[in-house]
């Protein structure tokens, strides 16, 4: 697509429960990124995708959340026993290189309750 | 580690009128600086580079490393130049980080 696309727009999970985002990055792009944010305030990097590979997850909380990028597949960061904290916008985004323009996904909100 | 600051959360200023958005930062090695701006209920989107040095919709922006400032500048807003505004910093490229942001509002 010529769009990043993210789904769900919307998800609410009780605390506890396992929450699962998807992105799907525009075609032709091999590096795909996932951010948080919390409240509208600073977006907080959690991991990049080189294609399928894991390219740097250093803002990944080591606990409870993971992410996958597998080939013809679209992008997922799932989060085991969420939290209330865990209530934010999450962001995709895509680019051709690790030096070229994001371009970003609408973002899925995710509410914990 | 590097950081972004915009240490306006809120700028409001009448059409017509010189809009200055700051932005600071702080990083060790060479660095790449993005402003993206967000109208509403739109995605995020890249407004200027500053390596492309370009000016985009009245928008101009310039890399001060003795300042350590990218502050983005535009003579006259318009309306439509109504949005949130971030500034972002390419970490060695891979991610970006980015700082708060500022709203800007134009009024008639």
């Known amino acids: 697509g010529e769009e990043v696309a993210q789904t769900p727009k919307h998800l609410v999970r009780g605390e506890g429960q396992k929450a699962k985002l998807y992105c799907a990055p525009i075609k032709g792009h091999s590096y795909v990124f996932w951010y948080q944010q919390v409240l509208k305030n600073e977006f907080k990097f959690l991991i990049s995708f080189q294609n399928e590979n894991v390219f740097d997850e250093t803002g990944m909380p080591k606990e409870r959340f993971s992410a996958k990028c597998l080939p013809n597949s679209p992008c997922s960061l799932e989060i085991q026993a969420t939290k209330l904290e865990d209530s934010a916008v999450y962001f995709c985004?895509?680019?051709?290189?690790?030096?070229?323009?994001?371009?970003f996904g609408p973002g899925t909100r995710l509410t914990v309750l | 580690a590097q950081r972004v600051t915009q240490p306006e959360k809120l700028l409001s200023v009448f059409k017509g009128a010189p809009v200055e958005l700051k932005c600071n930062y702080s990083?060790?090695?060479?660095?790449?600086l993005f402003w993206y701006v967000q109208y509403s209920r739109q995605r995020l989107q890249l407004l200027l580079r500053h390596i492309s040095r370009e000016s985009i919709k009245g928008f101009t922006a310039d890399l001060n490393k003795g300042e350590t400032s990218f502050h983005l500048k535009k003579p006259f807003a318009q309306e439509e130049d109504s949005a949130m505004y971030y500034c972002?910093?390419?970490?060695?490229?891979?991610?970006?980080?980015f700082g708060g942001g500022t709203r800007l509002m134009v009024k008639p």
């Open positions: 990083y060790s090695g060479s660095p790449e």
């Open positions: 972002a910093l390419n970490n060695a490229g891979n991610m970006l980080t």
């Open positions: 985004a895509s680019s051709q290189t690790n030096y070229n323009e994001q371009f």
